[in-house]
């Protein structure tokens, strides 16, 4: 994607308000802000913010965009919502997050290591096989992400949640054979495979 | 029985605050017959609740005492207190008032001397001091009330307080078969002076002003510095009585905020700005921190904001408090993110004050007749209200300098409809 990069930069050159309005989720509100604070105050994750939600509004309009789209930041937003309940001028401040950090994974600027990232990816090819999310096989990819060592590790200190979610039938040994899905996988790839492509079509666009 | 002589001359003035009483005085003294209904049992309004004024940090009860003597010396003027409008019918030059009079169960023969308060027991929160108080169920609202005339509680009627008041009573003032009452007169043009009301403070959750003793709002702080509040003057925190040195103002309390008031309520900032002198004033040693967005001292003030500025032991941290938490000793913690450089606070305070703003005391579904009101609830001046304008803070969010000229307006606006009227009637 980083051809995408290339020519983003090229056409946006001196504005990267503009970029993030033609191209990130919600990215027209960012202007709207009147740097109150309130939203980095609320966040409960705030002290694991590099930039809190606040400053990151400041850098989109300082024209900082490698260094908002190489941080970690919107990368910490666990969708509590604080922050649009309190904003006074309501700006969705958590859609414009996971837009900006779409958009920089999109570029290929996301930072590789960045778990959450790392974990969405996983989620997501995990859920896109059969529909449905096959938690035993999420749990075992997430545990090994960082080697085997490591991954036998995890799924010890981990154990006992693992046994009381099978308790609770929240996941099942069986699924290591497959496991549950929709009716009509494929049905569901096509149709998500179709959104990608409008979706990417309409980035290209704007390059 | 009260009796209002009116006609279609006449202006009837809705609300006697510093500009509902500005509005009928212009008018009446230049001649024109005005009725001012107030609901409370006294004039003045909210500014009567104020310690001193900005910008000159004087005390309102100088401006009020030359307003309440222009009131007694016209004769034009008749004021209704306990009153409020319930219906206005008719067109501009020829309307009908219907004024709903509550009764007060003293009459003019009142002295002031005090003696139905000293025997009477029961006793209830003082609104004068929005509840930091109490009163006797026998009161005269406050020193400087205008009219000069104790009331009694309803809620003490029928009970043993009511007959030991009247007995009490050296100059036969206390009337217990005073009856609520609904009179109608005609006038020709209204002005509406409602005023504002503070925002509800408790609306805004994580400030915690229903759960912390020590968030107080700016109205309540107004109380507290006055000699003659809830305090003595005395500028102390409501948990414990102790000291309250350090003390912080956070901004736009529900102004300038989607989920609450749209508006900026224009005046919350000189009244921290003031409130800052009042506890520097109290004590050497004192700590004041500013929370704010942007200062709005509004046009000519800048220099009272750069004179606060410059005080030493003055704090201006450009944020909105986010969340209010308290520790175990009662202290209310700020807590949020600034803006000049994103640094995470957590201050400790021996009191907040919220600088809540205004909205206007009347909604629309109140409003006796038709009216048209802007987004924010105030009074719009448009055509389509026709004889009724509006004068003072029902109009926007204003200070008693933008209040009085505006009522100044709108007496006159009040005046041309009337004068339309005797030109026809020749
Ligand atoms: C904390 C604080 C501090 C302030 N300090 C200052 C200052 O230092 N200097 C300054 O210039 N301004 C100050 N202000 C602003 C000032 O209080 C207002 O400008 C002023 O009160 C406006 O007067 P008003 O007559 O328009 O409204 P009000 O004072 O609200 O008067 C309205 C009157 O109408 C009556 N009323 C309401 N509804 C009805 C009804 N339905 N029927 C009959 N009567 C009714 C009310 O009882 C009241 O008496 C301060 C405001 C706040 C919040
Ligand atoms: S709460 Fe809203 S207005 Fe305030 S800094 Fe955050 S995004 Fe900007
Ligand atoms: S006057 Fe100041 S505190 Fe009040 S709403 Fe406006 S900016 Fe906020």
């Known amino acids: 994607m980083s051809d995408m990069n290339t020519a983003m930069v090229e056409k946006y050159r001196n504005d990267f308000l503009k970029e993030v309005e033609a191209n990130v989720e919600e990215g ?5 802000c009147m740097q109150c604070g309130v939203c980095s105050g609320s966040c409960p994750l705030g002290n694991a913010w590099a930039h809190p939600p606040q400053e990151i509004f400041m850098m989109i309009r300082a024209g900082k965009r490698d260094e908002v789209l190489k941080s970690d930041s919107m990368w910490m937003c666990t969708s509590c919502y604080n922050c649009i309940v309190r904003c006074p001028r309501e700006l969705p401040i958590t859609h414009i997050m996971h837009g900006l950090a779409t958009y920089s994974k999109r570029l290929g600027l996301a930072p590789k290591t960045q778990p959450t990232s790392q974990f969405s990816e996983i989620f997501w090819n995990n859920m896109m096989k059969r529909g449905r999310v096959n938690e035993l096989k999420l749990g075992l990819s997430l545990y090994f992400k960082d080697g085997f060592g490591q991954g036998i590790k995890n799924a010890l200190a981990n154990q006992k949640l693992g046994m009381s ?30 959104a990608e492509e409008i979706e990417l079509a309409k980035l290209k666009a704007n390059t | 029985m009260t009796e209002v002589v009116a006609t279609n001359e006449t202006i009837l003035v809705v609300g006697g605050g510093i500009s509902g009483m500005t509005a009928a005085l212009e008018a009446a003294e230049t001649g024109k017959k005005v009725v001012l209904v107030e609901k409370r049992p006294y004039l003045g309004g909210r500014v009567s609740q104020l310690y001193k004024y900005f910008p000159k940090l004087c005390h309102p009860t100088c401006g009020q005492e030359i307003n309440q003597r222009r009131a007694k010396m016209n004769p034009n003027l008749t004021i209704l207190t306990m009153a409020e409008v319930t219906g206005l019918e008719g067109e501009p030059g020829n309307y009908t008032a219907t004024v709903k009079l509550s009764p007060r169960y003293v009459n003019d023969n009142c002295t002031a001397c005090g003696d139905c308060a000293k025997v009477v027991e029961a006793e209830f929160d003082n609104e004068y001091d929005y509840g930091m108080s109490k009163r ?3 009161y005269l609202p406050h020193v400087m009330a205008h009219p000069m005339q104790y009331v009694l509680d309803p809620r003490i009627i029928g009970t043993d307080d009511a007959q030991k008041a009247k007995d009490a009573c050296k100059y036969g003032a206390i ?25 509800d403070a408790a609306k805004i959750q994580p400030y915690g002003y229903d759960r912390f003793e020590n ?16 305090t003595g003057g005395k500028i102390v925190r409501p948990s414990d009585g102790k000291e309250a040195k350090n003390v912080a103002f956070i901004q736009c309390a529900g102004s300038r905020d989607r989920n609450h008031l749209l508006h900026c309520s224009r005046i919350c900032c000189m009244a921290s700005l003031k409130q800052t002198h009042y506890v520097v004033d109290a004590y050497d040693d004192a700590q004041v921190t500013i929370y704010y967005i942007d200062i709005r001292a509004i046009d000519r003030f800048e220099d009272f904001y750069q004179t606060v500025k410059a005080m030493e032991n003055v704090s201006f941290v450009k944020s909105k408090v986010a969340n209010i938490i308290s ?31 205004m909205e206007p005391s009347v909604t629309k579904s109140d409003f006796p007749v038709d009216i048209v009101i802007n987004r924010e609830g105030f009074v719009e001046p448009d055509p389509a209200n026709g004889g009724v304008f509006a004068a003072g803070s029902a109009s926007d969010a204003l200070d008693v300098n933008r209040s009085v000229q505006h009522a100044t307006g709108a007496a006159l606006k009040a005046i041309q409809v009337v004068n339309r009227v005797a030109c026809v009637e020749g």
């Open chain 1, 165 to 194: 979610m099978m308790k609770a039938k929240r996941m099942s040994p069986a699924e290591f054979f497959g496991g549950h899905g929709i009716k009509d996988a494929s049905g569901l790839q096509k149709m998500i495979k179709k």
């Open chain 2, 215 to 230: 968030v107080v709002t700016n109205v309540e702080f107004e109380r507290m510095a006055d000699p003659k509040g809830p």
């Open chain 1, 28 to 32: 027209q509100w960012v202007k709207m």
């Open chain 2, 327 to 357: 520790d175990k000793d009662g202290n209310p913690i700020c807590r949020g993110v600034d803006t000049e450089g994103y640094h995470r606070y957590e201050n400790p305070h021996d009191l907040v004050v919220l600088a809540t703003g």
């Open chain 2, 136 to 138: 006797k169920g026998a």
């Open chain 2, 175 to 199: 009337d217990l078969d005073m009856q609520e009452q609904e009179i109608n007169f005609p006038c020709g043009a209204v002005i509406w002076a409602t005023g504002w009301q503070p925002y």
